[in-house]
């Protein structure tokens, strides 16, 4: 995973940027480097696999500023902050903003790379989470209205008798319903379809 991610360094200082882009292109990732957010959100135009490591004092945009304006552009690439000055608050407000990681200069190479390698692989996992909700999402939007109705008391907990008093069709015509909605879900088991029908519904993507 390392050789497909880029990490993103973003710090006003010159002898920080090479040190860690050293370290990081030796321990086998993919590096790039920019001197302000501005220049890192400039230079950024599409969304790619990997993390973002930035300073949280520069000169212009700060660290907590950058993380707004990734929000903004909905940019879901993971961030690490790094800090000289850490204290409770600029931590708690770093996290709130949603950074994944707070690390205080000097920190060391290893604290570093497992930050690096825990952000990319819960970003990795996101990013198929998200995909499959896309997929699951894009297979509900087929559903005729009437399947829409009997997956909405399949979700209730609903018999299918009950469900046919409901809607004031057959036993029968809610089996068929409950058939087809299987195979446009593509789910294998009643608990497979509650699942992704709840999984569509979540609030998050």
Known sequence: M?????????????????????????????????????????????????????DIRMPGMDGLELQRQLKARNITLPVIVITGHADVPLAVEAMKTGAVDLIEKPFSDDTLLTSIRVAIDRHAVNAERDGDLSAIRDRIATLSPREREVLDGLLAGLPNKTIAYNLKISARTVEVHRANLMTRMGAQSLAELVRMAYLARSPRG
């Open 2 to 54: 390392a050789s497909e991610a880029v990490v993103h360094l973003i710090d006003d200082d010159e002898g920080v940027r090479q040190a860690v882009s050293f370290l990081l292109a030796t321990a086998g990732f993919a590096v790039r480097v920019y001197e302000s957010g501005t220049v890192f959100l400039n230079a950024l135009p599409t969304q790619q696999s990997g993390c973002i490591i930035t």
